[in-house]
């Protein structure tokens, strides 16, 4: 479960984390991110519904190799494809938790055998306090995986014992009380020193209207306000790509305007879209059978968006259909 509410303070109320070893840099510091030579290991652990799958995921956008729910005897041969000569992983997350029922008394020893075979690691422990961690439980109405036949508290409770020994040993604790699933995410990218280097990757699909709107449209724009190049004859056989088409189009008055001002209303979108780590953005631009109008402002759209700096990418869905 990876909802997650708030911040508390990132050391453990009953002991400060262990000191960080030298040469490790995940949640060491808020800004170096870390060396394009390093190899990373980070094992995430911590109470069921405080956010563990929300912090894998956050990782998994920025390019780490995550597993979940490892049992912890298979902790050495993951980490040791990091170390394998010619080994592409380099920052690998684990999270390993009670889900993996008995195997999981074996996470103790397996962490000692990596450090006395050389493979360093960090350790990341998520909490929250009872009552929020009920909430959540409740809000998605599953059980926790300890309680057995008695309440979500009594699986709490034994979850917390069983961890207490991880959590003295963990590098850094994240309470999450307070953390939406979005703050979350948006600490740990801090924390990483990776914070905003993620930028929106922006889709805009050409589409005709006749043949219905594209799903996945954050945006939808009608540009059926400019005249048909259908009708005219010379015209219809080519799409908005071609330059007659393309001149055609854009030439109207009010049509390079309208491009310009859609393109000017969308920055602040897509700023905010970035603040709520909303990576990928789908512009739909339509016209009747997306061959000819749609085609040509969509690309006038990309490459304004492009001149200040953003990634874009056209995709003309309909431009081949009769």
Avoid at 2 to 14: L, N, V
Avoid at 168 to 177: C, G, H, K, M, V
Avoid at 265 to 288: D, M, Q, S
Wanted: charged residues 30%; negative net charge.
């Amino acid at each position: 479960m990876s909802t997650s509410g708030g911040q508390r303070p990132d050391t453990g109320e009953q002991s400060a984390p262990p000191t960080v070893p030298e040469g490790i840099p995940l949640l060491e510091a808020e800004t170096a991110p870390p060396e394009a030579d390093r190899r990373e290991l980070l094992i995430i652990t911590g109470m069921s519904g405080a956010g563990r799958t929300r912090v894998a995921n956050t990782l998994e956008d920025m390019d780490w190799f995550v597993v979940d729910n490892l049992p912890p005897r298979m902790l050495e041969p993951l980490a040791r494809l990091m170390t394998a000569s010619g080994g592409g992983v380099k920052r690998l997350a684990a999270v390993v938790d009670v889900r993996s029922g008995e195997f999981f008394a074996e996470l103790l020893s397996v962490l000692d055998d990596l450090r006395r075979h050389g493979l360093d690691y960090r350790i990341l422990f998520l909490e929250a306090d009872d009552a929020e961690l009920v909430r959540r439980y409740e809000q998605v109405r599953r059980a926790h995986p300890l309680q057995g036949d008695g309440r979500i508290l009594d699986g709490i409770a034994e979850e917390r014992e069983l961890l207490s020994e991880l959590r003295r040993r963990a590098d850094s604790i994240i309470d999450t009380t307070k953390f939406s699933p979005y703050d979350l995410a948006r600490h740990i990218r801090q924390r990483v020193g990776e914070a905003g280097t993620q930028p929106v990757q922006i889709t805009l699909v050409s589409f005709g209207f006749k043949h219905g709107l594209p799903l996945d449209a954050d945006h939808v724009v009608d540009v059926r306000f400019l005249s048909n190049p259908y009708w005219v004859t010379e015209l219809r056989h080519l799409s908005g790509k071609d330059e007659a088409v393309n001149r055609y189009v854009l030439d109207q008055p009010g049509a390079q305007e309208f491009i310009d001002r859609y393109v000017e209303t969308l920055e602040p979108a897509i700023a905010g879209y970035e603040r709520e780590l909303k990576h990928n953005v789908t512009i739909a631009v339509g016209c009747t059978g997306g061959r000819h109008r749609s085609v040509a402002v969509s690309e006038a759209i990309a490459e304004g968006l492009r001149s200040r700096g953003l990634q874009v990418r056209n995709l003309h869905r309909d431009v081949g259909r009769e």
